[in-house]
């Protein structure tokens, strides 16, 4: 029997953070894989992620006959130094609605679904990619101090939850260059380029790179 001694990458730092909001349905649903043309890029100081789980035994013939994980919830808290206004607005759910520019907020109203996704770049070049298909504002702080004689960042944080997009329960898509099925040629700009929900749709994402390759071959 051969031993392999592996040394996988270390996290570097956070990337560029990604959303698009989604085409609800006329009551305010989730639409699934229906999301507008513009996805937002925006930068990041911090990204705090935290998996709630839960494992239950079941027994068969007084025996522990299989363990059952589900992941429960998925809660996100992004530092920014800065968060677009008119999106953290649309996010929050205000009332944008007024011609001369007045928002109202902090009545009952309904946040929209959106996608969210991140990135980790690892030490060597190595990069994993996420994408968090139904996602809701949960909260924001709006923490503010006075100036001293030294700048010092003042940042927001922005907590993200994602729920379940599909019949499975799955919460998140991924990809990392590490894995030996990923992708060739698959770059940042091509997966952030659509919110990737299922295998097809980083088919498509991937299916440029591979229609230049046949291109170049039969030339």
């Known amino acids: 029997m051969a031993t392999t001694k592996k040394k996988p990458m270390i996290k570097q730092s956070v990337g560029d953070m990604y959303y698009a909001f989604n085409n ?3 009551k305010g649903d ?6 507008e043309s513009t996805i937002q890029c925006g930068n990041v100081k911090n990204i705090g992620t935290t998996e709630n789980s839960e494992s239950t ?6 025996k522990d006959y299989e363990v059952v994980n589900q992941s429960d ?9 800065a968060f ?5 607005a649309r996010m929050r759910g205000d009332d944008t609605s007024a011609d001369n520019g007045l928002m109202l907020s902090g009545a009952e109203s309904k946040r ?21 298909p139904k996602c809701q504002l949960v ?15 003042q940042n927001d ?9 599909d019949g499975k329960g799955n919460k998140k898509t991924y990809v990392d260059s590490e894995t030996s099925k990923y992708p060739e040629g698959l770059t940042e700009e091509k997966f952030f380029d659509s919110v990737i929900s299922c295998k097809e749709d980083l088919d498509a994402a991937i299916a440029p790179a591979e229609e230049n390759n046949e291109n170049e071959q039969g030339a």
């Open 139 to 153: 909260e924001n702080t709006d923490d503010i101090a006075t100036q001293e004689e030294s700048f010092s960042e």
């Open 157 to 165: 944080t922005v907590t993200i939850k994602a729920f379940d997009f």
């Open 57 to 62: 035994t079941v027994k068969a013939s007084g």
């Open 24 to 26: 609800m349905t006329e």
């Open 84 to 88: 677009d206004t008119e999106d953290l």
């Open 112 to 132: 929209p679904f959106f996608a969210y996704g991140k990135v980790v770049n690892k030490v060597g070049g190595g990069k994993r990619m996420e994408w968090f």
């Open 30 to 35: 989730f639409k699934k894989g229906d999301y």
């Open 73 to 81: 919830s998925i809660e996100m808290a992004v530092e920014v130094v």
